[in-house]
């Protein structure tokens, strides 16, 4: 692997350019691995590099059925934060932050964090009461989150509109400066980079048919577009194709797999410093580095494996973006796309063993998971490595679903999905 | 968007006089309390979640507010039928058009 510093961009500039390499190798699959991890997104790519470099198993393949990060990883709104309700998220994410901190270092990549804060309006007194409980707990919990009265987040995001006229009048909002922003695609390219250097093979276009286990019930490898691999662990993290993948293992998993949109607009000069959400009236926004603003959309009412959504979706965000942003009412779409997404009854994740022996599942991060990449690989590495949870992801079991102890993060969605 | 068709209506209508409901045919149990956990599990929270025909409830709410159940394939969105509740779910491969 290439050593990306200062010097080598100056050497690369006075010698031609003629210095890039590939960052990582097409490979065939081997007979054999110590791990198959089932999906090439941020997650499972992040947790092949953490595997590697903290638990010394570099026997991994990574195995995905389109290109590497071509899922959700690259169609989510790119939004990083950790203001959770419960104790139990707030680790989680809290944990997946205080990663995000260092990991442009630490994977010597430029992920392009961005801490430029995510605002959460209120719009009416149920908002206040929800947000500023949020607030409370998150200080509990030693999570960053500061309430502001309406004029304080006119101050920290002058496009706001405070006429107490508009249809849908910001009477104060919860800030969370340590939230932000990072480039999505770099994050799984960063992963992927760094777990290829240490020895994983990385294996796109080769979808994952079926998960074969032995008359033990334990699981002996995967059946690809490739053929067979065998496999000690088999480790799913396949976001909306979770439960038509493990289906085939037998295990049925309490998920449905829905179709999210987002959008953006064409770019612009800077004019949008952070990140704003809106959860009485379904609209975030933030903008990009290209210029772009970029848009999340709420999901489609039924289960779907489409990765497209309904047009009045979108319809419903514009309208709501076009009331509180005034200034954005004569701004044109250029794009807008869907990505399925996996949703829990609690709307909390699953990460953690599963009732067969040698299978693993990180999944159900439905429309929030980008912001967990790094901390939700990290602990998903120590289960698979140790075979036993992380103190971190130890709630997040499959088991919570039968013992009823639910992780209840709906109202912390922050948009209602 | 999609368009449904009620069968109580009889008519095409658009998804937006339409609430989804979920899964279609999924039975409350007859005698709750001999439920194990994990039967009380599979009833409340486990879902098939195909990638192919999905059985599912839609409501004409903003029509004829009944509900009824539909067969729709997940990939494609495309409606193979919609039904009247209370009636069995269509044979799959009368549906899909492929020999058994």
């Given at each position: 692997m290439t050593h990306f510093s200062f010097a080598q961009v100056l050497k690369g500039a006075l010698t031609g350019q003629k210095h890039w390499t590939a960052q990582w190798p097409e490979r065939e699959p081997k007979a054999a691995y110590d791990v198959v991890i089932v999906g090439a997104g941020g997650h499972g790519l992040a947790a092949a590099y953490y595997l590697a470099t903290q638990h010394g198993i570099t026997n991994v393949a990574v195995i995905d059925k389109g290109w590497l990060g071509g899922g959700n990883t690259g169609r989510n709104t790119t939004i990083i934060r950790s203001n959770y309700l419960y104790d139990e998220s707030a680790r989680m994410y809290d944990h997946?932050?205080?990663?995000?901190?260092?990991?442009?270092?630490?994977?010597?990549?430029?992920?392009?964090?961005?801490?430029?804060?995510?605002?959460?309006?209120?719009?009416?007194?149920?908002?206040?009461?929800?947000?500023?409980?949020?607030?409370?707990?998150?200080?509990?919990?030693?999570?960053?989150?500061?309430?502001?009265?309406?004029?304080?987040?006119?101050?920290?995001?002058?496009?706001?509109?405070?006429?107490?006229?508009?249809?849908?009048p910001v009477v104060g909002a919860a800030l969370q400066r340590r939230a932000g922003t990072a480039r999505h695609d770099a994050v799984a390219w960063g992963y992927a980079r760094g777990a290829v250097a240490r020895g994983v093979d990385i294996i796109q276009n080769c979808p994952v048919t079926a998960i074969r286990r032995d008359a033990s019930g334990r699981v002996t490898g995967v059946e690809t577009g490739k053929g067979f691999i065998a496999a000690k662990k088999v480790a799913v993290s396949a976001a909306g194709h979770t439960s038509v993948v493990m289906e085939t293992a037998g295990v049925r998993l309490p998920l449905e797999s829905y179709p999210l949109q987002a959008l953006v607009s064409e770019p612009v000069k800077p004019c949008f410093p952070c990140v704003v959400m809106s959860n009485a009236v379904h609209a975030y926004v933030s903008q990009s580095d290209k210029g772009e603003l970029v848009i999340g959309a709420g999901t489609d009412a039924y289960v779907s494996y489409s990765q497209r959504g309904g047009v009045h979706i979108i319809e419903h965000t514009l309208a709501a973006i076009c009331e509180i942003?005034?200034?954005?009412?004569?701004?044109?779409?250029?794009?807008?796309?869907?990505?399925?997404?996996?949703?829990?009854?609690?709307?909390?994740?699953?990460?953690?063993?599963?009732?067969?022996?040698?299978?693993?599942?990180?999944?159900?991060?439905?429309?929030?998971?980008?912001?967990?990449?790094?901390?939700?690989?990290?602990?998903?590495?120590?289960?698979?490595?140790?075979?036993?949870?992380?103190?971190?992801?130890?709630?997040?079991?499959?088991?919570?679903?039968?013992?009823?102890?639910?992780?209840?993060?709906?109202?912390?969605?922050?948009?209602?999905? | 968007m999609l368009l449904i068709h009620c069968p109580y209506c009889d008519e095409d209508r658009s998804e937006l006089e339409f609430a989804y409901a979920g899964e279609a045919h999924i039975a409350r149990p007859a005698d709750p309390s001999a439920l194990s956990d994990d039967e009380w599990r599979d009833f409340l929270f486990v879902r098939s979640n195909p990638r192919g025909v999905h059985f599912e409830r839609w409501r004409h709410i903003n029509g004829c507010a009944r509900f009824f159940n539909a067969a729709r394939e997940t990939v494609s969105d495309r409606f193979?039928?919609?039904?009247?509740?209370?009636?069995?779910?269509?044979?799959?491969?009368?549906?899909?058009?492929?020999k058994p």
């Open positions: 997946a932050l205080d990663l995000w901190d260092d990991l442009s270092q630490e994977l010597n990549y430029n992920v392009m964090y961005s801490k430029r804060g995510v605002l959460m309006l209120a719009h009416n007194q149920h908002d206040i009461q929800s947000f500023q409980r949020h607030v409370h707990s998150n200080r509990l919990n030693g999570v960053d989150n500061a309430w502001l009265s309406a004029k304080e987040a006119k101050l920290f995001c002058p496009p706001l509109d405070l006429n107490p006229n508009a249809r849908y942003f005034p200034m954005f009412r004569r701004m044109r779409m250029l794009r807008s796309w869907g990505g399925v997404v996996d949703l829990t009854p609690d709307r909390s994740p699953i990460s953690g063993k599963t009732p067969v022996p040698g299978l693993y599942v990180n999944c159900g991060w439905g429309t929030g998971g980008f912001k967990a990449t790094p901390g939700s690989g990290h602990v998903f590495a120590h289960t698979i490595a140790r075979d036993e949870p992380h103190p971190i992801n130890a709630p997040f079991t499959l088991e919570r679903f039968t013992t009823g102890r639910l992780i209840d993060e709906a109202a912390a969605a922050a948009v209602a999905h | 193979l039928a919609t039904y009247k509740t209370g009636e069995p779910r269509p044979d799959l491969a009368s549906l899909t058009g492929e």
